[in-house]
Every structure is written in C-alpha cells, then in structure tokens.
Nanobody
Framework: QVQLVESGGGLVQAGGSLKLSCIAS????????MGWYRQAPGKQRELVAA???????NYADSVKGRFTISRDNAKNTWYLQMNSLKPEDTAVYFC??????????WGQGTQVTVSS
C-alpha cells in the first residue's frame, strides 16, 4: 500500500521560513513526478511546485523566488523550503507523487499558518 507522509508544517510569523518533507513508501515503482499543492479555506487546491525525473521543476508564480522544491531519490523523499512566508501562504499543504506505474497518490496534508 502506497503511503505519502508529510511533516514540517506549523505556525510561523510573516517573513519566516518552514521546510516541509514528504516520504513515500510502499511501491516498487519509480516516482517520476513529485509535487506540492496547497488548499486555502474556500479555495481550490493549487499547484505550488513540482519536480520531475530527470529534474525539471516548475513553480506557481506566487511562490517563485521564495519556495524551493528538492528531492532525495534514494530516500523517496522530497522537500519544500519556504522562505519569506506571507499570510496568503496559509493553507493545508499536500504532497503528491506520480509513479512510473501510472499510479498517483496524495499525502494527508499538513497545515501551514502564517501570522501577520
């Protein structure tokens, strides 16, 4: 059974930083795309950042220059370093993975709250 487990969310003041982690387990297939999404209250889930194998990345315009996605393939783990956080970054953040089998999975979400 494939599981994605996020960690690293929390409460931070505006201008602060947080680093989210996501660990995938339970699959023998290769992860070909890893991503982070977020959903704020009353809004649709949106892509924040994603990275593919062999290593291209893309970011939402709203986080470019502030957030960085990285990955450790050996550990089936990826990260989202979030700097210069703003109150509008407040949301539940979800990690997502697409495997070479075609399977797509989501984590359970972790709350990020940025106070002004």
């Amino acid at each position: 059974q494939v599981q994605l487990v996020e960690s690293g969310g929390g409460l931070v003041q505006a201008g602060g930083s947080l680093k989210l982690s996501c660990i995938a387990s339970g699959s023998s297939f290769r992860i070909i795309r890893m991503g982070w999404y977020r959903q704020a209250p009353g809004k649709q889930r949106e892509l924040v950042a994603a990275t593919t194998s062999p290593g291209s990345t893309n970011y939402a315009d709203s986080v470019k220059g502030r957030f960085t996605i990285s990955r450790d393939n050996a550990k089936n783990t990826w990260y989202l370093q979030m700097n210069s956080l703003k109150p509008e970054d407040t949301a539940v953040y979800f990690c997502a993975a697409e495997f070479s089998s075609g399977g797509r999975y989501w984590g359970q979400g972790t709350q990020v709250t940025v106070s002004s």
